[in-house]
């Protein structure tokens, strides 16, 4: 069987949500698209790390969860009919007699006037902690053993947590767990948290009510457990122990970060970044751009509503290439209106 070939106005490097943004400003611009995305569903970081957290600088959202902002994009997209290849990887990408040929890691090949690189920050996963006996306790299911991200708080409802971490996401979740967990324990090696000092202090509070027990500073020393996690052993670096018995442990060092193919790609990189001009995304090269996370200019703020006008900024500096002999004549919504399926 021959691999599958495709042709489109406009092909999307990320299904995250600055991506699926990009598809209806693409399709209010009667531009098609396809978009590419390595993991096996559309949603980028806000449904692999954080589905049911809220996020509160949407604009018209005063509290929306990643789950809920990824839905209601991929509705608003539905109506320009994009054609989505998730599970696999864009491993080359090049120019070709005026038209962008992309190729990816299952062998499909993508043929497009334009590309929008929307790869956030590139193939990312887990920092690991150092401990023995750690794979044994990996891929349980949620709510058992190592989980390095939460998709459903309720699988933790009643369970013995021990979160890892002082940054942001341990100090959240362990706030947002301790209201259904049997017990939440913060291990930090610290006793400051580097997280958003509004909710370092509600961890603090929950400290002071008996509700979470911080252990710092203290690090983690190792597991116990037969077939399934039993307990976590934390130290201090005076060599005093503590035992804390769990169900699940879940370390939060962050992500390591890696842009993968797209680093081949001869594209303008300053520190994982893709340098474009700020006044139509382009990333050098005619047809061209890179919107999101990954695109850099200065004064550049990583905010998911900066990536939203990024991706209409883009869609509009493309139209000129996917459709040159057409005048493009800027309307509102409110006045074209949105086509109905």
Request: hydrophobic share 40%; aromatic share 6%; with cysteine.
């Amino acid at each position: 069987m021959s691999n599958p070939s495709h042709e489109t106005d406009v092909a999307i490097i990320g299904a995250g949500p600055v991506g699926l943004f990009a598809v209806f400003e693409c399709g209010m611009l009667n531009m098609r698209c396809h978009v590419i995305d390595a993991l096996e569903s559309a949603g980028g970081q806000c449904m692999a790390l954080y589905p049911e957290k809220p996020i509160f600088d949407v604009p018209g959202h005063p509290e929306i969860t990643g789950a809920d902002l990824i839905a209601n994009l991929e509705a608003q997209a539905d109506p320009f009919r994009p054609v989505y290849h998730l599970d696999q990887q864009v491993v080359s990408l090049r120019e070709d007699s005026g038209r962008w040929v992309l190729g990816t890691s299952k062998g499909t090949r993508i043929t497009a006037k334009a590309v929008m690189i929307a790869a956030g920050v590139g193939a990312f996963g887990p920092n690991r902690p150092p401990l023995e006996g750690l794979e044994r306790y990996e891929g349980q299911g949620e709510g058992r053993g190592i989980n390095y991200l939460v998709r459903s708080r309720e699988a933790f409802r009643g369970k013995r947590v021990v979160v890892a971490g002082g940054g942001d996401s341990a100090v959240d979740w362990a706030v947002s767990l301790a209201e259904l967990a049997d017990s939440v324990a913060v291990v930090h090696r610290r006793p400051k948290f580097r997280a958003a000092p509004g909710s370092a202090e509600k961890l603090q509070a929950l400290a002071e009510e008996g509700k979470v027990d911080l252990v710092t500073p203290f690090q983690l020393k190792g597991l116990e457990g037969e077939k399934e996690l039993e307990a976590v052993i934390a130290a201090d670096l005076d060599g005093n122990e503590r035992r804390l018995e769990a169900d699940v442990l879940l370390p939060f060092y962050g992500l390591s970060q890696n842009l993968g193919p797209v680093a081949e790609w001869g594209l303008n990189l300053d520190s994982n970044l893709i340098t474009v001009d700020q006044e139509t995304c382009s990333a050098g090269q005619p047809g061209l751009f890179a919107i999101g996370d990954i695109a850099g200019y200065p004064g550049k703020l990583k905010l998911i509503l900066t990536g939203f006008a990024e991706a209409a900024t883009a869609a509009h500096a493309a139209h000129a290439v996917v459709h040159p002999d057409e005048v493009l004549h800027f309307e509102h919504s409110t006045t074209k209106g949105v086509p109905h399926e």
